[in-house]
């Protein structure tokens, strides 16, 4: 893959692909989360939501390894409560929910895409219908376009890595990006784009993507960046 394909792509899976060996198994596994959340309102039993959510909270360490897979599993058991991804769009999401929380041995986040793929079929209609066949093509194609912006807003541009100096980060721009993180606060990106500038940040990339208009998820690489987090 090119720089100019990877900027523009609207195929996700091709891009994950290409940064599947790079990219950390926590923004590989909040991908997976940020798919599920494309989803959220198809996530009608909490034990999925919860499922979610305890991913987000391993990836940080605030959730063990232990409660993240006893979160998944229960995911999973929402999945056949559901009648099974086979069945129906909510089960479909259930087990997207379960695999982004998977711990198992072998089990990549990257399975959670697929899923989620699934269900977007069942969001455009459900049950099967021939004569749905058009919205349900483009519904997929449009969540595979905003999963590819997610990925871009995880990933940056893999071309061209960017090294955060040191004296930008400031009180105020550690403080900004803390709090856009934990309360996904991301309309908060322009002040953060603000307070970088204001510290000496003159990098165009990183000013862009915090003024941009996104979307903006856990895991942006400019929060990381600021963070710290890989």
């Known amino acids: 893959m090119t720089e100019a394909e990877w900027l523009t792509d609207i195929k996700p899976d091709a891009m994950q692909s290409f940064v599947d060996d790079t990219i950390s198994s926590r923004k ?27 991913a987000e909270q391993y990836v940080d360490g605030f959730a063990t390894e232990e409660a993240c897979q006893q979160a998944a599993d229960e995911a999973f058991e929402a999945n056949l409560f ?27 986040p990257r399975q959670a895409q697929g899923s989620v793929m699934y269900t977007v079929a069942f969001l455009a ?42 004296t930008w980060l400031t009180s105020t721009v550690t ?10 606060a991301f309309d908060r990106m322009p002040i953060l784009a603000d307070a970088l500038e204001e510290a000496g940040c003159d990098h165009a990339d990183i000013l862009t993507h915090c003024r941009g208009d996104g979307p903006h998820v856990r ?12």
Do not use: H
């Not at 942006?220 to 987090?229: E, H, M, P």
């Open 28 to 54: 590989l596994r909040l991908f997976a989360c940020a798919c599920c959340r494309m989803v959220w309102e198809q996530l009608t039993d909490a034990r999925s939501r919860r499922a979610v959510e305890a």
């Open 82 to 108: 559901c009648g099974g991804r086979e069945d129906n769009g909510r089960g479909a999401a259930a087990f997207a929910a379960f695999d982004a929380a998977n711990l198992e041995e072998g089990n990549r």
């Open 125 to 166: 209609g459900f049950p099967w219908d021939a004569r749905k066949q058009t919205e349900r093509q483009v519904a997929k194609e449009e969540i595979e376009i905003k999963q590819a912006e997610v990925l871009r807003c995880i990933v940056g541009n893999p071309y061209r890595p960017v090294i955060i100096d040191p």
């Open 175 to 184: 403080s900004l990006a803390a709090g856009i993180y934990a309360d996904r």
């Open 219 to 230: 895991g942006c690489w400019v929060v990381d960046l600021v963070l710290g987090k890989e």
